[in-house]
């Protein structure tokens, strides 16, 4: 198959601080390179080098993203304000050079000269034990394959060499494209067996801090808390060789610094700004800034439907209508988000995602819920994540603030950014500030890992309702057939029953802000919302 045919067969699968204290990064002795070398600033860097790494954070997987391969990956698009995005509905070859894709299956073959960054050459073998250890480390991963219905080793098989096939399930539409994402990258398998132990079968311990992909880029150097060093691979067939040979990732805490490195010309790109940096560095335009809406993502105050007082709808709703909802839009967002709140009503009548809710600030309604539920003197915790201040102190105070007039005392616990993960694990937390986004820009997809019977990690409300799961499994298997009538139905109906219901209480979609030197192009916007190395050019 060509690659033209590749395309047009995959692209048809989807279904309708001042400027004086900022450190110095650049030494003189350096200035030659800068033109092939990329340096970026954020707030934190990764935990693990390796996304099936137990807890690893988002910053981890930029790494997964540029240093393995996974067999097919996504074209971009220029959006209508002339910037960049991955496309979701089409598809391009990364280790594979062919796909084929049949009624129950779909068969790879791979580029017979891709090679593993110790030369190893890539085999069929390397991609069904990366698949096989996607689908059994448990955790992140495991659900993530789940979420494209690949579940099981015996799925995944070798035809011969360079081939490889992937038997489907059942038929469901998010699963080539589940294979596009980062999980089901490709792994030097001889490598890790080397390093795997009975207790550690998978080598994860070896992956946390090495890379033993076929990627575009390989980490040289990994000093955690402090900087991500990259190098190109020269011998990389995934694509078009990147023009950056090298990419120094700076972990700078502090917002201040960042943002003096990027206004003194020190940085190259600053990533993952916040709201109020990025309004006014808009505003003084000496750098190019960036803003896209994150694709099916949300902030929103999370109930443990689990524990008193919030187990009572009546509660929960009115919490909802007690939200100060515009003034938490203008102390925390600037202007840079998408209102999710003060729509017509809570049954929604399409199936756009996100959607607004009916709620909106009405203190009266709040307390005549609050009076119809029995709650009274209630005392609980509101608690966010340390490592998105910027946007969740705010929005906490205000939330404090207003749930003190119905009767609700609260107290703000900030988690760290390291612990984030781990204690939304743990479901213990009654009321929080949470953010999530789908990788899979689809309803069901989100509602698969935020609301499903399965209580995943980001269902943080643990939310379970049998009535939801069939609506959820039924908007699934209408699409995977074309079911146009049936989807629309099961998709405006979980959607009303989970703002009926409100275990979450949207607030708003927020911006994904970047800003870069005005020599820097081709950045793309990606559903990880991480940087995409690959693709950028330092003029």
């Not at 590749?6 to 692209?11: A, E, G, R």
């Not at 390989?218 to 011998?235: A, C, F, H, L, Q």
Request: with cysteine; glycine share 8%; proline share 6%.
């Amino acid at each position: 198959m060509k690659r033209r045919d590749f395309l047009k067969s995959v692209s048809g699968i989807a279904v309708g601080a001042a400027a004086a204290q900022a450190p110095a990064i650049w030494s003189p002795a350096k200035a030659d390179a800068r033109s092939e070398t990329l340096l970026v600033v954020t707030e934190g860097g990764p935990n693990n080098l390796d996304i099936h790494g137990v807890g690893t954070n988002r910053a981890g997987y930029e790494v997964s993203w540029n240093c393995y391969d996974r067999l097919i990956g996504h074209e971009t698009k220029t959006l209508p304000d002339g910037t960049l995005s991955y496309d979701r509905d089409k598809f391009k070859p990364e280790l594979a050079e062919d796909m084929n894709l049949s009624d129950m299956s779909v068969t790879f073959k791979l580029k017979k000269n891709a090679k593993f960054h110790d030369g190893t050459p890539v085999t069929a073998k390397d991609v069904k034990w990366s698949l096989d250890r996607s689908v059994t480390v448990g955790g992140f991963p495991t659900v993530q394959m789940k979420a494209g219905s690949l579940s099981d080793k015996e799925q995944f098989v070798i035809v011969d060499d360079s081939t490889i096939r992937v038997d489907f399930a059942k038929k469901d539409r998010l699963t080539v494209p589940d294979l596009a994402v980062i999980v089901p990258s490709v792994y030097n398998s001889e490598l890790l067996k080397k390093k795997a132990t009975e207790k550690d079968p998978w080598a994860l311990e070896y992956t946390k801090s090495n890379t033993a992909g076929s990627g575009a880029y390989k980490v040289t150097s990994w000093k955690p808390g402090v900087e991500t060093v990259y190098e190109r691979n020269e011998d990389w067939v995934g694509g078009k060789l990147p023009q950056l040979k090298k990419v120094i990732w700076r972990t700078v805490p502090s917002q201040g610094n960042r943002r003096a490195l990027m206004e003194r010309g020190d940085a190259d790109i600053s990533f993952d700004l916040s709201s109020k940096d990025t309004f006014e560095m808009k505003k003084d335009g000496k750098l190019v800034i960036i803003s896209n809406p994150i694709g099916n993502g949300m902030y929103s105050i999370d109930l443990n439907v689990t524990k008193p007082p919030f187990d009572n709808p009546k509660v929960r709703q009115a919490v909802a209508y007690a939200l100060p909802y515009q003034k938490i839009m203008d102390a925390a967002m600037f202007g840079l988000a998408n209102p999710l709140f003060g729509g017509p009503s809570n049954t929604v009548a399409d199936t756009t995602w996100p959607a607004k809710t009916g709620y909106a600030n009405d203190m009266a309604k709040a307390k005549a819920l609050m009076a119809e539920s029995g709650a009274s003197d209630i005392e609980t915790t509101i608690s966010y994540d340390l490592g998105t201040g910027d946007v969740s102190e705010p929005v906490s105070v205000l939330v404090q603030e207003a749930l003190g007039q119905i009767g609700i005392k609260t107290s703000i616990n900030k988690v760290p950014g390291a612990n984030w993960r781990s204690e939304m694990a743990k479901k213990s937390m009654p009321l929080m500030l949470n953010f999530f986004s789908g990788w899979l820009d689809y309803p069901e997809y989100f509602f698969f890992w935020a609301y499903s019977g399965q209580n995943a990690i980001f269902n943080t409300p643990s939310y379970v309702n049998p009535d939801m799961d069939t609506l959820i499994d039924g908007a699934r298997a209408a699409a995977a057939v074309g079911d146009k009538e049936k989807y629309t139905r099961d998709v405006e109906g979980f959607i009303s029953k989970a703002y009926t219901e409100v275990p979450r209480i949207p607030l708003f979609q927020p911006y994904l802000n970047i800003a870069t030197q005005k020599n820097i192009s081709g950045y793309a916007y990606w559903f990880h919302r991480q940087l995409d190395y690959r693709s950028i050019v330092k003029g």
